[in-house]
């Protein structure tokens, strides 16, 4: 038998992915072929804005917001085509409180990945995260659906908590398992 997924029946697919995506709600799919490989050109701007990327979130992480909000608007202006700065920025700002800012720079992070990637993946996170604390949870449920599928596994956990009937049934699975375990049934 070949392990070829072209060979693989649609139904075949869902039970794989039950099986390797147990948490998922049903409905929701981990496809890896949806998942684009992000391939960019290394030109010289790209890594002059890549190492300013780099610099902006070591002063994010010294507590430098400012430091780190003139680094990435630098990366932007030296490469405004690559969503990496505008999704660092993003947090940068969300930690100063410009939500609104936020959520443009995640916008267009979304934009400019096609949403698609590890960049798309984080951006959407970061965009649920907000909605949720601004109290818009369709909105952010919806995001982190969209990261999930990304591969996003805090994603993955913030739609099964965001969805009572999928806890309820992750929680009585459990306990069933745990009674099968013990003898009880």
Not at 51 to 70: F, H, K, P, T, W
Request: proline share 2%; aromatic share 4%; glycine share 8%.
């Amino acid at each position: 038998m070949s392990n070829d997924r072209a060979h693989v029946s649609a139904h075949d697919s869902a039970v794989l992915n039950r099986i390797f995506n147990p948490n998922l709600p049903y409905g929701d799919v981990v496809d890896e072929e949806e998942v684009e490989k992000e391939i960019e050109e290394e030109t010289v701007d790209v890594k002059v804005s890549k190492q300013l990327e780099v610099q902006g979130v070591q002063a994010a992480e010294s507590g430098d917001v400012e430091a780190a909000l003139n680094l990435f608007s630098q990366a932007i202006g030296n490469t405004p085509q690559r969503a990496s700065g505008y999704n660092n920025r993003a947090q940068a700002l969300r930690l100063k409180g410009d939500v609104l800012g936020a959520l443009e720079d995640l916008n267009m992070a979304i934009t400019l990945s096609n949403g698609t990637g590890s960049v798309a993946c984080q951006a959407y996170t970061q965009r649920g995260l907000i909605y949720r604390l601004e109290g818009e949870e369709e909105k952010s449920l919806e995001d982190f659906k969209h990261a999930s599928r990304l591969g996003g596994q805090f994603a993955k956990q913030q739609v099964i908590a965001m969805n009572p009937y999928a806890a309820l049934c992750n929680q009585m699975l459990c306990e069933v398992m745990q009674k099968v375990r013990s003898g009880e049934v």
